[in-house]
């Protein structure tokens, strides 16, 4: 028995919908960020429960992910722009890129934030078992996640956001 062109239609959009509104739901539910302590690959120890009154912006990322290595420099650019306004980015390299590219990468790049690897894959648990990249979480100044992007995210509403949660009190 054939299906409609229209039935199937209605299915398509139906999906669609779906997915759309558990992307919205997944992208502004306010959760906890992890209890998680971290190094970087200079040796800073720290966790997100001791970076509470920052916002910060965490993103998961490769050196093998073309996405990761197109928004590098937008994220350097956010860093820089609001580090002196209690803002933190914290950058983890996945469990699967080489921690030699990582760390030839940051430093060719001068990266200017956090740069850990998550050798062990715990980061990427922790935060609901990432597995693509990018990945980037907005954690307010109350230790919340107040924003999921999955892929590069709309850095205007990015700044918009930052700006927004960076004005509220901790």
């Given at each position: 028995m054939a299906v409609s062109s229209t039935v199937k239609g209605i299915v398509i959009a139906a999906l669609f919908a779906a997915a759309g509104i558990g992307v919205y739901v997944a992208t502004t539910q306010s959760e906890a960020a992890p209890v998680v302590a971290f190094s970087s690959i200079k040796g800073e120890q720290s966790s997100f429960?001791?970076?509470?009154?920052?916002?910060?912006?965490?993103?998961?990322?490769?050196?093998?992910?073309?996405?990761?290595?197109?928004?590098m420099p937008a994220l350097i650019d956010i860093?820089?722009?609001?580090?002196?306004?209690?803002?933190e980015t914290?950058?983890?390299?996945?469990?699967?890129d080489p921690p030699n590219y990582v760390l030839s990468y940051a430093e060719s790049k001068q990266?200017?934030?956090?740069?850990?690897?998550?050798?062990?894959?715990?980061?990427?648990?922790?935060?609901?078992g990432i597995l693509g990249t990018p990945a980037t979480f907005v954690i307010d100044r109350k230790g919340k996640i107040v924003r999921r992007y999955l892929g590069e995210p709309n850095f205007a509403e990015l700044h918009e956001l930052l700006e927004a949660k960076l004005a509220e009190k901790a």
């Open positions: 429960t001791a970076l509470k009154g920052k916002v910060v912006l965490v993103n998961f990322w490769a050196t093998s992910c073309s996405g990761c290595m197109h928004e860093h820089n722009k609001y580090k002196a306004q209690g803002f914290v950058s983890i390299a996945m469990s699967y990266l200017p934030f956090l740069v850990t690897l998550d050798t062990q894959g715990k980061l990427a648990e922790s935060f609901g």
